[in-house]
């Protein structure tokens, strides 16, 4: 597992909005009324509150994946067998690099958020010359060619999303995504009472989310509604 470092030896790519690919341009409206500053703000109440001072890294707060029983249970079933050192990877919202760790073997990792203070609150933790840093403007992914990636990974993110987000970023995964490549994502699951208590938590159940999986055109591997208490998980490929 490699080591956090306070130093950054990466690639830095900052792309503004209005400057990802043409169908990514028409969505960024969506997407802005869309998301919200929900991150941001958890990120700078962590700081005031020296949560990540506590716990070492942002994120951890809310569970390490090598401790944490069901967290321990993702990382093995969902992100360890889809690492591979010949592998390009993309993270997107990858927090303070609780689950970014595990990719940093694949040959390149684009790690993907639309918050630059986000992408440094990163950078404070890694040393990796494979890892490139990418501020999109929504749900697009600037600098990124068509059909060039094996791997997509997002955890503690598209749990915030309203599904027409969802549907737009599936857009532009499909156009990233190499044949045969692979996606896990953590959605919402409105149908469990934890699910149902989180206000930032969009109107989202699994077959819902399976429906506009489909509909993006993706084949579903697999689809675990029981393992999280919250939420679902779900493998996909095109």
């Known amino acids: 597992m490699p080591k956090c470092s306070k130093e950054l030896n990466c690639a830095f790519i900052i792309f503004r909005h209005g400057r990802g690919t043409g169908r990514a341009k028409a969505m960024t409206r969506n997407a802005m009324m869309s998301d919200t500053d929900l991150h941001l703000d958890k990120l700078r ?8 001072d506590r716990f070492g890294l942002y994120g951890l707060h809310w569970g390490d994946p090598d401790e944490r029983a069901d967290l321990v249970a993702v990382r093995d079933r ?6 591979h050192p010949d592998k390009i990877a993309v993270e997107i919202g990858p927090g303070g690099g609780r689950w970014t760790r595990y990719f940093l073997p694949c040959r390149r990792l684009y790690v993907v958020d639309r918050y630059p203070e986000l992408l440094a609150e990163l950078s404070r933790n890694f040393h990796a010359p494979n890892m490139v840093l990418i501020e999109n403007s929504g749900t697009d992914f600037p600098g990124i060619a068509d059909r060039t990636v094996d791997l997509v990974f997002s955890y503690g993110t598209f749990v915030h999303f309203e599904l027409p987000m969802i549907a737009d970023y599936l857009h532009e ?13 953590q959605y919402a699951d409105k149908t469990k009472p934890v699910g149902a208590e989180t206000p930032s938590f969009p109107d989202c159940d699994p077959q819902r989310i399976a429906k506009i999986i489909r509909d993006a055109e993706f084949r579903i591997v697999q689809q675990d509604d029981e393992l999280l208490n919250n939420s679902g998980l779900v493998h996909f490929t095109r």
């Not at 109440?45 to 990540?52: L, N």
């Not at 969902?78 to 690492?83: G, H, K, M, R, S």
């Not at 995964?173 to 994502?185: A, F, N, S, T, Y």
């Open 45 to 52: 109440k962590a700081r005031e509150r020296g949560i990540i």
């Open 78 to 83: 969902f992100v360890w067998p889809l690492i």
């Open 173 to 185: 995964i499909r156009r990233i995504l190499k044949p045969g490549g692979d996606v896990v994502l």
